[in-house]
């Protein structure tokens, strides 16, 4: 079975942190590159950091310095770690496998919502 659970979303203040699990199906996230994407209300769903097998990562501008995206292959499980979280960083987020910028392997999960407010 196919399946992304997402978790370890919250409302928090900005300047703080939050640290996102996603857990795939193995058959998903087997030497697939993982990435998380992120979608405001009113506002098209977008890439915010990916991690190839190897480890290699990309980030979007928005991002770059703030969050971490890290993988643990034994528990076929991507994480994304979330520094200095801004108001703009709100959003339900998502993770698939990825493939190339714009196509997705797997099927969409509930993603986990952050909220960064006041």
């Known amino acids: 079975q196919v399946q992304l659970v997402e978790s370890g979303g919250g409302l928090v203040k900005p300047g703080g942190s939050l640290r996102l699990s996603c857990a795939a199906s193995?058959?998903?996230?087997?030497?697939?590159?993982m990435a998380w994407y992120r979608q405001a209300p009113g506002k098209q769903r977008e890439l915010v950091a990916a991690?190839?097998?190897?480890?290699?990562?990309n980030y979007a501008d928005s991002v770059k310095g703030r969050y971490t995206i890290s993988r643990d292959n034994a528990k076929n499980t991507v994480y994304l770690q979330m520094n200095n979280l801004k108001l703009e960083d709100t959003a339900v987020y998502l993770c698939?496998?990825?493939?190339?910028?714009?196509?997705?392997?797997?099927?969409w999960g509930q993603g986990t919502q952050v909220t960064v407010s006041s």
């Open positions: 991690i190839a097998d190897g480890g290699s990562t």
């Open positions: 698939n496998a990825a493939l190339g910028a714009t196509l997705v392997l797997g099927p």
């Open positions: 193995e058959r998903l996230f087997s030497h697939n590159t």
